[in-house]
Every structure is written in C-alpha cells, then in structure tokens.
C-alpha cells in the first residue's frame, strides 16, 4: 500500500487512532501492560512520531510507550490546516485529553522540538495530569529569547510565513531538506531515505499548511506573550527535565539553560547530537529519560 494510506511499520508497534478534543489522533503504541511508568512521546517540526522510532523499542522494554501524532501532522487529521488551530495551548489540550481517552496514570511526557514545548504547557497543569517532563531541543515557554539571539530564528519566517506552504512542498523539498541537514551535528548524517518518511507527508498541501501554521502561530501570539513574559509561567510542581543538544545551532544549550529557574527543573547536555536529538543519539537519550524516572 501507498506509505500515503499506511505510517510505517515498527516491530512491536501498534497503530491506531483516538478522537480527543475533537480531533481524530494517530498513536503508536507498545509495551503496554508494562509496569514501569508510561509514557507519551510527543514529535516536532517537520516530523511525526517516527522520530522516536530509535527510542520506542528501547524505551518499550519496561514501559508502556505512546508516541502520538499531534493534529496536521502524521497520520492524525488536519483540522484547519490555514488557521488558528495550531496554538500549541490547543495541542497541548489534544494531549491531556488522549492522556485521558487512553487512560494512562499520569504518565511522563517526553517531548522534542515543538512536542518538547507542548510537552512543558502539558506539564504546567499539574501533578494530577502527569509525573514528570522531559523536553529536548527546546527553549522553555517562560525564557524569553535575548535580542543578540534573536538570528537564530530567522529561518521562521520562511516556513511560517504567507509563502511558507510553497517552503515546504516546492524545489524538491529544498528547504526542508536543508534544515534537517543544517541542524544535524555534522554534515551527512541524514541520508534521502531518512528523510522520505517526513518529507512524503509534506507533500499534501494541507499537511504543509498545518506546518506553516505552526510557526505563523508562533511568530504572531507566542514569541511576543513569551518575550513579554505573558505566556506561562515556571513549572513549580512537576519535575522537568531538559536535554538540548550540544551542537543545536537554533535551541541552544545556553538558550535553554535559561528556562532552569526553579529547583524542579533541571538540564543535561547531550554530547554528539544537534538539533535531532533521539534520532542521532537516541541510546544517551533514553539514558537520561531512565534516570529522570528514578527520580520520580
């Protein structure tokens, strides 16, 4: 069947899809009945959950593992694919409600890029909804972003801007491309074939949307409310766990450092890794997420 029907297929993987706050998710399950704590693996831009398909079966040996697609992306419908359906407080509440609609006890979030940024705003409800957040290659929502760093970001009005469908679907996927290239720890590490999987859902124009709408979300509500202080506050009562990349040219170390501003938050580095972190070393992740859960 085409790979447009079908997600790809992952030993020990479960496919099948929830309705939560409305919207029709795509989840990726296994280990389930495992007793270790479960877990709600959540994918950023331009991904889906495949960007934990070097993580699942590790992390599957002793927990029960859910890696979702948020809405317009993956295999999850695309609601509004132009619109204002994209503010990542809505995508954080299509994940509080799948947490419930699967009935998971109140699971650790793992997030990555803007999963890692849903993951903080799902932490920011409470030790009622889940145990613990760990957030790699992100900046935490309550950091605002210091002007002289403000460069690294310009790549967002490109793909968040009124041309940014055409950024993702034209020239080959140049620009895509280019970015997974860009923000890898060194040159060649992402081959075609690696990226095909991301690079195929982006050939429907409204997929593409949803991408563009992620960002021109950002661009226009969260950046300013972020810069001003507006946008949420610390997390004080969930222990959460940051893990740039050493080698991230956008979300880096220093940038995230600046979220570690209470005492349950906390920050470890991970050497050998850019931006895509469980992808270039997902073994030194699963480490870091093994030990978090012993401090749980």
Same mark, same amino acid.
């Given at each position: 069947?085409?790979?447009?029907?079908?997600?790809?297929?992952?030993?020990?993987?479960?496919?099948? =899809?929830?309705?939560?706050?409305?919207?029709?998710?795509?989840?990726?399950?296994?280990? !389930?009945?495992?007793?270790?704590?479960?877990?709600?693996?959540?994918?950023?831009?331009?991904?889906?959950? =495949?960007? #934990?398909?070097? !993580?699942?079966?590790?992390?599957?040996?002793?927990?029960?593992?859910?890696?979702?697609?948020?809405?317009?992306?993956? #295999?999850?419908?695309?609601?509004?694919?132009?619109?204002?359906?994209?503010?990542?407080?809505?995508?954080?509440?299509?994940?509080? $409600?799948?947490?419930?609609?699967?009935?998971?006890?109140?699971?650790?979030? !793992?997030?990555?890029?803007?999963? $890692? =940024?849903?993951?903080?705003?799902?932490?920011?409800?409470?030790?009622?909804?889940?145990?613990?957040?760990?957030?790699?290659?992100?900046?935490?929502?309550?950091?605002?972003?210091?002007?002289?760093?403000?460069?690294?970001?310009?790549?967002?009005?490109? !793909?968040?801007?009124?041309?940014?469908?055409? $950024?993702?679907?034209?020239?080959?996927?140049?620009?895509?491309?280019?970015?997974?290239?860009?923000?890898?720890?060194?040159?060649?590490?992402?081959?075609?074939?690696?990226?095909?999987?991301?690079?195929?859902?982006?050939?429907?124009?409204?997929?593409? $949307?949803?991408?563009?709408?992620?960002?021109?979300?950002?661009?226009?509500?969260?950046?300013?409310?972020?810069?001003?202080?507006?946008?949420?506050?610390?997390?004080?009562?969930?222990?959460?766990?940051?893990?740039?990349?050493?080698?991230?040219?956008?979300?880096?170390?220093?940038?995230?450092?600046?979220?570690?501003?209470?005492?349950?938050?906390?920050?470890?580095?991970?050497?050998?890794?850019?931006?895509?972190?469980?992808?270039?070393?997902?073994?030194? @992740?699963?480490?870091?997420?093994?030990?978090? @859960?012993?401090?749980?």
């Amino acid at each position: 069947m085409s790979p447009a029907v079908h997600p790809p297929e992952l030993e020990g993987i479960a496919h099948r =899809w929830v309705v939560a706050n409305g919207v029709r998710l795509h989840v990726a399950e296994a280990g !389930v009945g495992n007793p270790g704590p479960p877990l709600v693996l959540i994918h950023g831009w331009p991904q889906h959950w =495949w960007c #934990w398909h070097k !993580v699942i079966p590790l992390l599957a040996q002793d927990h029960h593992v859910v890696a979702v697609d948020l809405r317009g992306h993956g #295999w999850s419908d695309v609601p509004e694919p132009g619109g204002a359906a994209y503010d990542k407080r809505t995508l954080a509440d299509d994940v509080v $409600a799948l947490i419930a609609e699967l009935g998971l006890d109140r699971p650790v979030v !793992v997030g990555h890029d803007w999963g $890692a =940024w849903v993951s903080l705003l799902v932490g920011g409800r409470g030790p009622e909804v889940v145990r613990g957040v760990v957030a790699t290659a992100i900046v935490a929502p309550w950091a605002p972003i210091p002007k002289r760093d403000l460069w690294r970001f310009l790549y967002q009005p490109v !793909v968040g801007g009124p041309w940014g469908v055409l $950024a993702h679907r034209v020239l080959g996927q140049a620009v895509l491309k280019q970015i997974f290239h860009r923000a890898s720890h060194r040159r060649g590490v992402w081959t075609d074939a690696d990226m095909e999987p991301y690079l195929e859902r982006y050939r429907d124009r409204d997929r593409a $949307a949803a991408g563009r709408s992620m960002y021109a979300t950002f661009m226009t509500r969260e950046m300013p409310a972020m810069q001003r202080r507006r946008y949420q506050r610390p997390i004080e009562d969930v222990p959460v766990l940051m893990l740039p990349g050493r080698r991230d040219i956008v979300l880096a170390p220093h940038l995230v450092e600046r979220g570690v501003v209470r005492p349950n938050i906390s920050m470890k580095i991970i050497d050998g890794a850019g931006h895509w972190v469980p992808e270039e070393q997902p073994v030194a @992740l699963v480490e870091h997420i093994e030990a978090f @859960l012993t401090t749980l």
